[in-house]
């Protein structure tokens, strides 16, 4: 075993040491926390690659034995903690840690005027920690409380400006929303934890994700006929879908974006939201685990056929129509692939036979888990990007955006399993970090402005920006060969199109990448191009807009403070180099990052399965991935040209202008720009009903309870009353009348004793007299 | 030679004078002395008795007022001791004042 | 009656009598040495030598040298002019009258006025020392320890509260 594989706890530890520490700087000491902080990521990122580099030789057995220990033990009940390194945690590794380490750069640059500098730092310092423990942690309750980490961290940093009422009420739904779902992660957790009495992943065959702990949860039946694997899959899926922000709980995602803009590019585009994908790829073992009685089916048509099941032998039939090699329909060839890992990692040789047959059925029969995934996951993808297209504020339009992409990514693990989902979530972190930390350049540049319609004209003030943001662009709409976000939204759909249970996914998701193209040419082309509407508006008015947060983080004093105050002109200006840079690191990266995933070169597919890396060039130019291609290529090309026409050819002059699709379908677009209306259904539904639940709550507290509790006490009066009355008047006057005689006797007594020495001395005397003449008489007697 | 009831009537008269200066007087010493001479009257009674007896070599009578004349020292010591202590406190000697035991 | 036990019982009694009447303390003690002096006298008289002669080392030497000094500790800050009985002397002066009458009565009424004169006996010191060291040596060892309890318990009681350890 590796030096890494044991020492993995390392990687978020650093991190929190520095969090730690940081916290205990005082307000003035920045150069302290950022360094501190920045290096904690540096060797968080350095180790992370050492881990990547350890998976890179494993082919086949590709998991790395995991390090448990024991946490603590209560009776027969034991709880284990752990951690675990397999190509899944290490690319998210290498992932979070470098993304993470370009925005903590970044924001050094972005932050510099911020009076918490400090505190921010410590914060970012903490969630990256937290995150790192998502990722490499092997046992749900570790990740659980990782995750929960996350969101208080998520919590601080978007209410880090918590004196804007708007950014202290974002944070309160981000954590609220997210906490709907978690309930249901952790129920999730509870229910996994009674049935198989751990919650270890990976345990050397007696972890929760392994065939044994997996066939006992598939064979029992609970409500509605539902086996408890998907019970327990749909209740985590619920965390999954609050932190990840799938619709219906989708809400806080823009909401968010109150936050700092590094907040926005690190937890709420690349790496935070992505836990919610993550988690469903770290325990899809259990998501895909297809009930036993659709086992049983499955295996009786096995014997039938004794062979390949029925599904399996049809689309055999489709791969020999098209091709004779080995790889020609990745998601299939995978599915098979990822059935015998679960197996390989069996102690013992008996299971494997049945269990290569049973998951061999299962591998076909599609989870009702994995059902709901692909479903929420097209939805939100499509949904979200509806609202994207109606939306001015720069921040808004590429969280909806990310909202749209994770959809995506729920949808790829639904149809195509843990390679496709990761690979789109990685090149997405890549570029969409890209997007927003362009995005933050852009609004630092034009002094806090973030609505779209007062920008324009920006290219030749902001070259580099617009280059690097040019490049994130296009790598999420998609557009062709050279951009990463094409290769792995092309993986995504490919495997949607030969989805078994519907193509009703594939075609939302078509439609999202349509919308997905459009309305990135749209923001793009109100925010680079067209003329400059800024300056005709006074630029106190842009200023009392933003007035708040200048409160806190001033604008950057590389602009003379002249230029303000001079009112109707300024000039915007590129970003200093060290928020550049990252711009450019990322931009670079996703470029390549695409090359890694074509059809002729899944290399990253093959790494996250654990099979060798293959490649074919030919594969690229079969009708079955380039007729995925070319409509995903047209329906690109149709999203930008769309942009263009409407946005690009007729740019608006001026910031009050209508916007070319309100004025053709005002109504639809009113809707869309309202999002849906989701945030006033909640208002009108769940808020509504949460205050009259609140306001029924008190009646009943105040008129009800409050009664009984009345009525209680008065009783309890009246019986003291009574017993003081008693106790008074019968019970206490004869026992005074009692005490007053004694006392009487006693100062009776009292005055006898004078306590002068000569009256005793008179009675001696008295007595003496007495004695003698009573002896002196019975003498004479 | 003096009959023995001579130095009865004596001593009873030494020890009516002794207890009239403790009943009557009002100074702590002066109630002393009427003790004391009380105590003399019975070494007196003692020593009569004694010279009178059948069997005077006995010595018993003697014994008993050494012994007696012993204890009285030492009362008188301690006695005087508590006087002055009480002088102290109460800054008089005036037995009518003392009073602190009163019940 | 014999003129000596006479004078010698007038001295005694007359002492006695100003011992307890005096208005002037210093006065009062002299006057009680006269008395203590008389009594030992008696002593003499009574064959008595050894008690007549503790008599004087202890009461005249030691008894009335103490009283001496408490009254000069105690005098002091008294103003002259006040009464010197107390509140109740007519009622201490009756039971002393009334004590002083029934011990007449006893010592008429009692067969002693007709006690026969026996012959003078003379103990010698040496005699008296046989008899301490046999038959009263635990009567003496007690009475020894008791004259030492008394004598530190005398000195802790007079001394200063402020030096004492209390």
């Known amino acids: 075993m590796a030096w890494i594989t044991q020492n993995l706890w390392l990687i978020p530890a650093l991190p929190l040491l520095a969090a730690g520490l940081s916290s205990l700087a005082k307000q003035r000491q920045r150069a302290f926390a950022a360094s501190l902080a920045i290096g904690s990521m540096v060797a968080a990122f350095l180790l992370s690659c050492a881990a990547f580099v350890t998976t890179l030789g494993h082919a086949g057995t590709f998991r790395e034995p995991p390090v448990n220990f024991l946490w603590f033990q209560l009776g027969e009940t034991t709880l284990q903690l752990g951690w675990v390194l397999d190509p899944l945690a290490a690319v998210m590794l290498v992932m979070v840690s470098f993304v993470g380490l370009l925005i903590f750069i970044y924001s050094v640059g972005y932050m510099a005027h911020d009076e918490n500098f400090t505190r921010f730092f410590c914060f970012l310092a903490l969630f990256a920690a937290a995150m790192l423990g998502v990722v490499i942690s092997n046992s749900l309750l570790l990740l659980f409380v990782c995750w929960e980490l996350v969101g208080f961290t998520s919590y601080m940093l978007i209410g880090f400006w918590y004196h804007k009422p708007s950014a202290a009420a974002a944070a309160k739904k981000a954590f609220i929303t997210t906490r709907i779902g978690d309930i249901g992660f952790f129920l999730g957790m509870l229910w996994l934890y009674s049935e198989t009495g751990t919650l270890l992943f990976y345990d050397g065959g007696q972890g929760c994700l392994e065939q044994s702990a997996l066939t006992k949860l598939a064979a029992q039946t609970t409500m509605l006929g539902m086996a408890a694997s998907t019970g327990i899959s749909l209740l985590i899926f619920c965390g999954a879908m609050g932190k990840s922000g799938q619709v219906p709980l989708h809400v806080w995602l823009p909401d968010a974006m109150e936050g700092p803009t590094p907040v926005s590019a690190l937890i709420h585009a690349a790496t935070m939201v992505a836990a919610g994908v993550f988690l469903v790829a770290r325990v899809y073992p259990l998501m895909e685990t297809v009930p036993a009685n659709a086992t049983v089916a499955a295996q009786t048509a096995e014997t039938l056929t004794p062979a390949l099941s029925l599904s399996e032998r049809e689309r055999e039939k489709q791969i020999s129509a098209s091709d004779e090699s080995i790889r020609v329909e990745p998601s299939a060839v995978r599915k098979i692939a990822d059935a015998p890992q679960n197996v390989l990692s069996l102690p013992a040789g008996e299971g494997r036979g049945e269990g290569e047959g049973q998951e061999h059925a299962a591998a076909h029969a599609v989870s009702t888990a994995l059902k709901l995934v692909t479903w929420i996951g097209a939805i939100t993808a499509a949904f979200a990007a509806l609202i994207a297209v109606a939306q001015t504020d720069i921040k808004r339009i590429l969280a909806y955006s990310t909202v749209s992409q994770l959809g995506y990514m729920m949808m790829g693990l639904g149809v195509g399993g843990v390679a496709v989902g990761m690979f789109h979530l990685i090149t997405h972190a890549f570029f969409k970090a890209l997007l927003f930390l362009g995005a933050g350049s852009v609004i630092h540049g034009c002094h806090d402005e973030q609505d779209i319609r007062r920008m324009g004209g920006l290219k030749p003030f902001l070259p580099v920006t617009f280059g690097t943001y040019a490049v994130g662009m296009m790598a999420l709409a998609g557009v062709p060969v050279f951009f990463a976000g094409f290769w792995s939204k092309d993986d995504i759909l490919h495997n949607a199109a030969h989805w078994p249970v519907s193509s009703g996914p594939f075609w939302l998701g078509v439609f999202g990448a349509l919308l997905t193209a459009f309305y990135m040419t749209r923001q793009v082309c109100y925010v680079f191009f067209g003329q400059r509407r800024a300056g005709i508006l006074p630029a106190r008015h842009a200023h009392d807009e933003r007035s708040s947060k200048v409160h806190s983080s001033v604008p950057s004093s590389s602009h003379p403070p002249g230029g303000q105050a001079g009112g109707l002109s300024y000039d915007p200006h590129e970003s200093p180099p060290v928020m550049t840079t990252p711009l450019v690191v990322l931009a670079v990266f996703a470029v390549v990052l695409g090359f890694f995933g074509t059809p002729a070169w899944p290399w990253f597919q093959d790494y996250i399965s654990g099979h060798p890396a293959t490649g074919d060039l030919s594969k690229l130019f079969e009708w079955e991935t380039s007729s995925i291609m070319l409509l995903s290529t047209i329906v690109v090309a149709l999203g930008l040209s769309a942009g263009w026409w409407l946005y690009g050819r007729l740019p608006s002059a001026t910031p009050e202008d209508l916007d070319p699709l309100e004025r053709m379908r005002p109504s639809v677009f009113q809707v869309l720009r309202g999002k849906f209306y989701v945030d006033e259904l909640y208002e009108a539904t769940v808020i509504r009903f949460n205050a009259w639940t609140a306001w029924l709550s008190d009646g009943l507290d105040r008129v009800l309870w409050d009664g009984v509790v009345r009525g209680v006490s008065y009783l309890v009066l009246g019986f003291s009353w009574i017993s003081r009355f008693i106790d008074e008047y019968l019970v206490n006057l004869g026992f005074d009348k009692g005490c007053d005689g004694i006392r009487g006797g006693g100062k009776l007594a009292a005055a006898w004793q004078t306590g002068q020495v000569q009256p005793y001395l008179r009675v001696i005397g008295l007595a003496l007299a007495a004695l003698v003449l009573l002896l002196s008489w019975g003498r004479v007697q | ?103 | 009656m014999d003129p000596v036990f006479a004078f010698l019982a007038l001295l005694t009694t007359a002492g006695a009598v100003a011992a307890v009447s005096l208005r002037n303390l210093v006065h009062c003690a002299l006057c009680l040495v006269v008395a203590f002096a008389g009594l030992a006298a008696l002593y003499l008289q009574l064959n008595a030598q050894f008690i007549g002669f503790a008599q004087i080392l202890v009461y005249v030497g030691a008894v009335a040298i103490l009283i001496v000094f408490a009254i000069l500790l105690t005098r002091g800050s008294e103003p002259g002019n006040q009464p010197i009985l107390s509140s109740s002397w007519q009622a201490g002066l009756g039971v002393a009258v009334l004590v002083l009458g029934a011990l007449g009565v006893a010592v008429a009424s009692s067969f002693v006025r007709y006690y026969p004169v026996s012959p003078a006996p003379q103990p010698t010191v040496r005699e008296l020392g046989e008899q301490l060291m046999t038959n009263y040596v635990l009567p003496l060892e007690v009475i020894g320890l008791l004259l030492t309890a008394a004598m530190i318990g005398a000195v802790i009681i007079a001394m200063h509260e402020k030096q004492g350890p209390r």
């Open chain 2, 1 to 103: 030679m003096t009959p023995l009831h001579q130095y009865l009537f004596l001593s009873a008269l030494l020890f009516g004078v002794g207890l009239a200066g403790a009943l009557t007087r009002r100074n702590a010493i002066i109630v002393l002395i009427g003790i004391e001479l009380m105590l003399n009257a019975a070494n007196l009674n003692f020593i009569a008795f004694w010279r009178f007896s059948r069997h005077p070599e006995l010595a018993t009578g003697l014994m008993f007022v050494l012994f007696s004349i012993g204890i009285a020292a030492a009362e008188a010591a301690v006695g005087l001791a508590l006087i002055i202590a009480i002088y102290r406190h109460y800054r008089t000697a005036n037995l009518d004042q003392f009073d602190s035991m009163k019940g």
